[in-house]
């Protein structure tokens, strides 16, 4: 425990020793590399055996009465472990990517900070230290996401970021401010003992979703990830969607499964209902993005509703007693925090290495980056591949397990869930698909094909650095796939300690296989799929090569008869994304299709474009808006009081508050 905070300490230290190196040529090469090697410390510190009892310390810091409280148990374990995994690979990406920053003291100072509050907010087991931290995080991260300034849009993102954290922040402060009663407890352990009614129980789940789900980009409360991710950094945007979005969901799970006491049923269904909205909304919207790092931002929003489903059936099986599902439920829950973070990561850094080899995050303005990027390439296909819950990469396991808890809901006593639960799966499933078409129609109209513009296709391979840190993180992407056992052992004690019970050890089940409850029952293999794939390609390649008497010959794609040399022929991602768009886009926005056609005889091209509209934005947040702008205009003349209408309002709001103190 000292040694990991002594790493945080120096994280925290090496935001302002950027600025001593600031006029060193290699000042970027010299923070990165001193963040990657901290977080990397503090990995192996997390993971190293340590006894089953929770580590906790005080230091005299904070308050003066509190001091600030600390305390690694396995869940914070499991968090930090994903937390300082991805920030170890941002920074040896960085490394590389950084080196062409033009302004990198915009962002040096910041990151190894950004990663410092996300390390404290996890370590942190007390309500002072915990959104102390939280707001450090927040405001590091804005300060990253604001770095090029220069652009007004991304002015605006950072603006809307800044407003949504602090959003966020007041709601989880309003949360611990209920959970410490009238006693006005901090600590966490104060909180756990705490009595409360069903009103306040209420009060705090619906704050902390608000709060926590607001970072973590539940719709509606999502508006900002797909601002803010596009404006960063692409090494930013991978640890802000892969790491910072995952410290939400420890936030949520560290309140609602700890702090609030034995749940009843309908705690489930906030997180089921936002869940189920939030995968189905964020995938539609990735399905019609053409801007990449926008659709990887979409598809963040949907994973984080696969993992809000997950948890909510575990409440709901945690209620009604029933251990083994609930374990299930919760393993496949952080399971799928691990893998999106190792995923999501690669995908980030896959967009970040095309848009620094093009220019370019429009996937209609690329192709062919697979003849002049095939390392990258490649590692970016199997981050899909991973991310579209293929066999036999990560993705797949995790909700594997989440529709295993689904099938065990038959047996839970209340019809509502016995109700929801199926249509939850339904739009998970559904969600499933349509983020595999995501995938396709992103890998195969930025990578395949013929490029559509001069970028593209004087586009080069990235740096070592950055094919480096991608291929760390797809190696892993294999392992957890093809060996899930291991997970899901080691997130084992964390649902023991949460939820009452755990899955059966999976190391003891034969041929490395899983069994999420018994072998007769349902069963997965992911390495025999591993070596039946791998196998069955290469063997029907050979044979093929073997048999066929004739030698292999290259020549051109069929063109039906119709030679047309331009790439503006081939088939272009607003194309592909048509038949969703208009079946199921009026789901998440409005669309608005722009058809210009020339009479018969004229030469004139056509023009087509696609109008989207987000509804909440439309529905929720500009009438929020104009009624903030009403009443602040209302409220305008408060400048312009005497000093005596002054003393009259401080006197009258002193005797109302006596007023509701007294009632």
């Not at 970021?161 to 959003?167: G, H, I, K």
């Not at 909700?399 to 869930?417: N, V």
């Amino acid at each position: 425990m000292t040694l990991i905070l002594l790493c945080v300490a120096a994280l925290l230290a090496l935001g302002p020793l950027a600025l001593v190196w600031r006029d060193r040529p290699d000042v970027s090469r010299r923070v990165y590399a001193a963040a990657g090697v901290l977080c990397g410390a503090i990995f192996l510190l997390d993971i190293l055996p340590r006894g089953a009892d929770a580590l906790t310390t005080t230091l005299p810091f904070g308050l003066p009465w509190l001091g600030v409280h600390l305390r690694l148990d396995p869940l914070s374990g499991f968090f930090l472990a994903v937390v300082n995994l991805g920030g170890a690979a941002a920074s040896a990406y960085a490394i590389g990517y950084g080196a062409h920053e033009k302004d990198p003291m915009r962002i040096l100072p910041f990151f190894p900070a950004f990663i410092a509050g996300m390390n404290g907010v996890i370590l942190a087991d007390d309500a002072f230290t915990f959104l102390v931290a939280w707001e450090f995080m927040s405001l590091s991260s804005f300060a990253l996401v604001i770095s090029h300034h220069h652009d007004a849009e991304n002015r605006a993102a950072a603006y809307i970021y800044l407003l949504m954290a602090s959003f966020g922040t007041l709601c989880l402060l309003m949360a611990f401010g209920v959970l410490g009663g009238v006693s006005g407890a901090y600590g966490f352990d104060a909180m756990r003992l705490a009595a409360r009614t069903p009103w306040t129980t209420g009060a705090v789940l619906a704050l902390v979703t608000l709060g926590a789900g607001s970072k973590a980009g539940l719709v509606p409360l999502h508006i900002w990830l797909p601002l803010a991710h596009p404006a960063a950094p692409s090494h930013v945007s991978a640890l802000m969607s892969g790491v910072m979005t995952k410290v939400a969901i420890y936030g949520f799970i560290r309140i609602v499964f700890d702090l609030l006491g034995a749940p009843a049923f309908w705690w489930a269904l906030h997180p089921l209902v936002f869940g189920a909205v939030s995968a189905l909304v964020g995938v539609l919207f990735a399905t019609a993005q053409s801007d990449l790092k926008k659709l990887l931002a979409y598809s963040t929003i949907e994973n984080i509703g696969v993992i809000f489903i997950a948890l909510g059936l575990a409440l709901a099986f945690k209620a009604n007693g029933q251990a083994l599902p609930a374990a299930l439920a919760f393993t496949a829950a952080l399971f799928h925090v691990f893998n999106h973070s190792l995923f999501k990561s690669t995908l980030f850094f896959g967009a970040g290495a095309v848009l620094g080899a093009t220019g370019e995050r429009n996937i209609e303005r690329l192709g062919g980056l697979i003849h002049r990027m095939p390392r990258t390439a490649f590692l970016f296909l199997a981050a899909c591949v991973a991310a579209a819950a293929l066999p036999p990469l990560n993705g797949f396991v995790s909700e594997w397990l989440i529709f295993q808890a689904i099938l065990l809901s038959p047996a839970l006593p209340q019809w509502t869930l016995k109700l929801a639960t199926p249509a939850v799966g339904v739009a998970l499933a559904l969600s499933a698909a349509l983020g595999a078409a995501a995938y396709v129609r992103a890998f195969g109209v930025a990578f395949l094909g013929r490029p559509r513009g001069a970028a593209a296709e004087q586009a080069r391979e990235t740096d070592q650095w950055s094919l480096g840190a991608m291929a760390a993180l797809v190696a892993l992407c294999v392992l957890a796939g093809v060996l899930p056992s291991v997970m899901i052992d080691t997130i084992s004690p964390a649902a023991a300690d949460f939820v009452g019970g755990r899955m059966p050890t999976q190391a003891n089940v034969a041929w490395l296989s899983i069994a999420p409850v018994a072998e007769s029952r349902s069963s997965y293999n992911g390495l025999l799929v591993f070596l039946f794939i791998a196998i069955s390609s290469f063997g029907t390649r050979h044979l093929i090569r073997s048999l066929w008497p004739r030698p292999v010959r290259r020549a051109p794609a069929w063109d039906c008869g119709f030679v047309e040399p331009s790439p503006m022929t081939q088939y272009t991602a607003s194309s592909f994304a048509q038949p969703f768009r208009r079946t199921l886009g009026h789901i998440a926005f409005s669309v608005r299709e722009h058809l210009d056609m020339p009479p018969p005889g004229s030469t004139r091209p056509a023009y087509f474009a696609v109008e989207t509209g987000e509804r909440f934005v439309a529905y929720i947040y500009e009438p929020l808006t104009k009624a903030v702008w009403f009443c602040a205009r209302r409220l305008n003349v408060v400048n312009y009081m005497s000093i005596q209408e002054y003393l009259a309002l401080v006197f009258a709001a002193l005797v109302f508050m006596l007023i509701i103190v007294a009632l």
